[in-house]
């Protein structure tokens, strides 16, 4: 069965059927994102994003929140963007430093790193794209702390992309943080799944 790409008002519960069973649903999705999350150096996470992850915030929003239909439009437009579709790898990327004045530090060198994150995996290398809703570094080149990138594939590297057991490193290429991990193999995996 192709993965679902998109999430409909079809898709989202009424309240109080998500609230009867969103214990388990949390904690079923918490398996899921076992395999969907990698640290990349001392400060870094990848969460790699697919329907069933996006689904689940829209729906959790709604039920915190309570906004209804309105919020509904607003959340799908947000989340929507985020679910990969097909031939690419999706992530939220977060740079997470509990004490404020060296996180401010920290991201104010950091300006421009949504676009030297990469993959590298049998000769390849796949750089990363923003999300395009908003500027992620500002003028002054300080980085937001949390980071929406998108990673396209051609037909070529998804194929060996899906090669079990293949060597795949993640990464980013700048001069302030150049970190690099190689995924462990359920996380290559799963994320092989979010291709067509």
């Known amino acids: 069965m192709a993965a679902k790409r998109s999430i409909t008002s079809d898709d989202i519960l009424p309240l109080e059927v998500y609230a009867a069973d969103r214990k388990a649903r949390r904690k079923a999705l918490v398996d899921v994102k076992r395999h969907r999350r990698i640290e990349v150096g001392p400060v870094c996470t990848f969460y790699f994003e697919n329907y069933e992850t996006m689904w689940s915030q829209v729906q959790e929003m709604l039920y915190i929140e309570k906004g209804g239909d309105e919020q509904l439009k607003d959340e799908l437009e947000?989340?929507?963007p985020l679910i990969p579709?097909?031939?690419?790898l999706v992530a939220t990327v977060m740079f997470e430093i509990d004490e404020p004045v060296r996180r401010a530090t920290f991201l104010s060198k950091l300006g421009g790193v949504e676009e030297t994150a990469f993959f590298q995996f049998d000769g390849e290398t796949v750089m990363s794209t923003p999300e395009e809703d908003v500027d992620r570094t500002t003028a002054d080149g300080k980085a937001s702390a949390v980071q929406f990138m998108h990673f396209h594939f051609t037909a070529d590297q998804v194929a060996k992309f899906r090669t079990e057991n293949q060597q795949v490193i993640l990464g980013f290429k700048h001069e302030a943080y150049s970190h690099m991990v190689v995924l462990p193999e359920g996380v290559?995996?799963?994320l092989?799944?979010?291709f067509d």
Not at 85 to 88: L, R
Request: hydrophobic share 30%; no cysteine.
């Open 192 to 194: 092989a799944q979010d």
């Open 85 to 88: 579709q097909g031939s690419e």
């Open 188 to 190: 290559r995996a799963a």
């Open 78 to 80: 947000a989340y929507n």
